[in-house]
């Protein structure tokens, strides 16, 4: 079964790191790029991307108001990709879904990660 695993989320304080990381089992991947979406439950009527980069030559894109707190990388051998997020605010607080574009198969999400920034 095609699916995608995500960790790493979890509850910090105003200021604090997490690192969010997500890998693609169950087959084989001819992968466009991956990357990270947030949603905000009862706020956000849809999810939000938060970054992406690109498979082949590893172009990382973000959410502009993100101000360079947030860090996309790749992994080709695991087909993974992590989200180091630092100096996180309580605006950061969401639900962030890991995505995967295959050329054959389309968009593969996540089940979704839990991030909470108390103030």
């Known amino acids: 079964q095609v699916q995608l695993v995500e960790s790493g989320g979890g509850s910090v304080q105003a200021g604090g790191s997490l690192r969010l990381s997500c890998a693609a089992s169950?087959?084989?991947?001819?992968?466009?790029?991956m990357g990270w979406f947030r949603q905000i439950p009862g706020v956000d009527q849809d999810r939000r991307i938060v970054?992406?980069?690109?498979?082949?030559?590893?172009?990382?894109h973000y959410r502009d108001s993100l101000g360079g707190r947030f860090t996309i990388t790749r992994d080709h051998n695991k087909t993974a990709v992590s989200l180091q997020m630092n100096t996180l605010e309580p605006e950061d607080t969401a639900i962030y879904y890991c995505?995967?574009?295959?050329?054959?198969?389309?968009?593969?999400w996540g089940q979704g990660t839990q991030v909470t920034v108390s103030s």
């Open positions: 995505y995967l574009d295959d050329y054959e198969r389309g968009r593969i």
């Open positions: 970054a992406r980069i690109s498979w082949r030559a590893g172009s990382a």
């Open positions: 169950g087959g084989t991947f001819n992968v466009m790029d």
